[in-house]
């Protein structure tokens, strides 16, 4: 069985934490298999506040430390949803050799041909003006937005519509500020190459119902950047962890049993 045992790293979305995969996180354990859901910074129990995290590496660099760590000849499984797909396209690009699978969920999918930045633009402008979602700013509104914070209406109405009450209310309490990183910040941080990014396999876990990013963005960074498959969820919101968390767990395993 140990020889069987898969490694899966959960990346969470920007507001979310590692709390946000608690029931992938039971299922894959009593499964057997190893199972890491990470805090990146700001988030989840991470002591950082969003201010304090001005720079999208001090972000991502729980991941980048966590996949240094991992010996040379070990691979993992690494899931990303949504933002978290900016994460770990950085993973892949930095450690190619460590990862047998990548998984889009519902996720920002950056490539070569397709910048972090412009993708990440587009996401961000799309929530910040929408329902109770509140945006911080520094020395005035007339300045960038620094930290944005997900609105409990926003969550129920975009987020969690198919998700069990408890989740929605589970996520109301422990939602955190994020900080809104500059462009050119994740142009900068965020470079992805044919020779490395390009190595590793990439599956596309599309919820079904999801309505946190349209349809024809999703689509767009398909198309622009074509994974190795593409997977539906139906009956999906764009928290497929929460909503969906078996057919989710019964799709990763295959996936890392199909390519590991």
Request: charged letters at 20%; hydrophobic letters at 40%.
């Amino acid at each position: 069985m140990e020889k069987d045992k898969k490694h899966f790293v959960l990346v969470h979305t920007v507001g979310h934490g590692a709390w946000s995969w608690y029931k992938i996180v039971a299922l894959m354990k009593s499964s057997g298999h190893h199972v890491t859901a990470l805090d990146l910074g700001a988030s989840g129990i991470n002591p950082k506040q969003a201010f304090e995290i001005p720079h999208v590496s001090d972000y991502l660099s729980p991941l980048m430390e966590f996949m240094a760590s991992l010996p040379a000849d070990k691979k993992v499984v690494l899931v990303g949803h949504s933002v978290g797909g900016l994460a770990i396209s950085k993973a892949m690009e930095t450690f190619p050799e460590k990862v047998s699978v990548a998984v889009f969920l519902n996720a920002l999918m950056p490539g070569p041909n397709i910048d972090a930045s412009s993708i990440y633009s587009e996401a961000f402008s799309a929530i910040t003006s929408q329902l109770d979602n509140r945006v911080t700013y520094d020395n005035g509104p007339t300045n960038p937005p620094v930290t944005v914070i997900l609105g409990p209406k926003f969550l129920a109405a975009n987020v969690y519509q198919l998700s069990p009450i408890e989740d929605l209310a589970l996520a109301t309490t422990l939602v955190r500020p994020f900080y809104s990183y500059r462009v050119e910040d994740i142009s900068k941080e965020i470079v992805l190459t044919s020779k490395r990014y390009g190595l590793v396999t990439r599956v596309f876990i599309v919820g079904g119902e999801s309505k946190a990013m349209k349809k024809e963005f999703v689509q767009f960074m398909i198309e622009k950047n074509p994974p190795d498959e593409v997977e539906e969820i139906q009956g999906s919101d764009h928290v497929t962890m929460m909503s969906r968390p078996q057919q989710l767990f019964t799709t990763l395993l295959s996936l890392a049993n199909k390519y590991s």
